[in-house]
């Protein structure tokens, strides 16, 4: 089990996606060795799924997962995404670091939400965010299948824009369903959680 999926008991009242903002969250993964042509796909198709939702009338907000500033800053490749979105008005960076709980509450409020770093999808599942997990590492397939949600995983060497937009259509229809299914396992990992810990302690 992951710890952050006990932070599920600061999110007591589930907010159905469907009456939150209407708003797309992504979580790029930039530190993964791309060449130039590997880097223009992956950019290529994470701008098409923000070009798509944005065209449905959704604001879209990236959420760097690594440090302002850090080797690993993955601000760079999201600028390079902006860049190809056409309209820039309705995209917005997150450029302040967060600490985890104001960073979770954030993805709370989105009504979808495509995560590629391995936390940003704890952090989708643990607050109910209907989540497309995209894989660079089993970890993730692992966590999405022990949601029920391995059919809204895609693998780094699968992924296309076409593939990410169908996958993004699937997942907002049914986004109610598959946020309360989350946020309902979330809790239930959370209570193993906080049991084993007590535990620990006594």
């Not at 985890?100 to 599942?125: D, W």
């Not at 894989?135 to 299948?145: P, Q, R, V």
């Not at 229809?173 to 049991?195: C, F, M, P």
Request: include cysteine; charged fraction near 25%; proline fraction near 2%.
């Amino acid at each position: 089990f992951e710890s952050v999926f006990v932070l599920n008991y600061k999110f007591e009242e589930f907010i159905l996606p469907s009456t939150r903002a209407n708003r797309l969250g992504i979580a790029i993964y930039s530190t993964k060795v791309r060449d130039e042509i590997e880097t223009d796909a992956y950019v290529s198709a994470i701008a098409a799924v923000a070009n798509h939702a944005i065209f449905h009338g959704m604001e879209v907000q990236f959420f760097p997962m690594e440090l302002k500033e850090s080797i690993s800053d993955d601000r760079e490749i999201i600028a390079k995404i902006v860049e190809r979105v056409e309209n820039p008005a309705m995209a917005y960076v997150h450029e302040k670091d967060m600490d985890t709980l104001t960073h979770i509450e954030m993805v709370s409020k989105c009504r979808i939400f495509i995560g590629h770093k391995t936390h940003s999808i704890i952090f989708g599942l643990t607050v109910g965010t209907p989540m497309i997990a995209l894989a660079y590492h089993i970890k993730t397939n692992d966590f999405m299948k022990q949601f029920g949600l391995i059919d809204n995983c895609i693998n780094d060497e699968e992924l296309t824009r076409d593939r990410l937009i169908t996958k993004f259509d699937e997942v907002l229809a049914n986004a109610d369903t598959i946020g309360e299914s989350q946020y309902k396992k979330s809790r239930q990992l959370a209570n193993v959680i906080r049991d084993d810990i007590a535990s620990l302690f006594s």
